[in-house]
């Protein structure tokens, strides 16, 4: 990432993936926009020690990210930045999830076209997350999984939120902000 707070309609080169299966249950699969880098959540998903990468909803098309909700909608799901791909040896490995077999992602031009979706608030899950008292460093990397922050916009109350995991941050001064009760 080049350091600068991404806007709205232009273009840049960001990661992407393929998909096997689908988050929107598209056959055959379909790129997807990640955020880098990968990473596993053992303390948030006990039992689920899968490298995975999050879906970047910023660069996701507008018709697909209408199916995409629709799909979510009609099986109760919210979506969320907690939508991922997950990184697998062979398809049998976790299947009927949405998984690839790519280790790294590929640079392709996307156009942004929405800000992240609103990081839901989950006290207990973020009291797991390491990390989530550090303050930002110099590098504006998320101490928890490292996760590029220099593209994220300060929302209107000048706080950063990490599109990875909702860790959130006074831009000013890159103290953390302490875990929603």
């Not at 006290?123 to 989530?132: A, S, V």
């Amino acid at each position: 990432m080049d350091g600068r707070h991404f806007e709205l309609g232009k273009s840049y080169r960001i990661p992407f993936v393929r998909s096997l299966g689908s988050v929107a249950a598209e056959p055959g699969g379909r790129w997807w926009p990640v955020l880098e880098p990968a990473h596993t959540d053992a303390e948030l998903l006990p039992g689920v020690n899968l490298p995975h990468w999050h879906i970047d909803w910023r660069f996701v098309s507008e018709s697909l990210f209408g199916r995409t909700v629709r799909w979510h909608a009609r099986h109760g799901y919210v979506i969320a930045y907690g939508t991922v791909i997950f990184v697998v040896e062979s398809p049998a490995d976790f299947a009927g999830t949405n998984i690839t077999m790519m280790r790294e992602p590929v640079g392709r031009v996307a156009v942004m076209r929405r800000a992240l979706p609103e990081f839901p608030h989950l006290p207990n899950t973020y009291k797991k997350i390491r990390g989530f008292h550090r303050p930002l460093d110099r590098c504006m990397r998320c101490p928890h999984r490292g996760i590029d922050l220099s593209n994220v916009a300060p929302d209107e109350h000048g706080v950063i939120t990490c599109p990875g995991h909702g860790l959130k941050w006074i831009a000013a001064t890159g103290e953390p902000l302490p875990p929603p009760s």
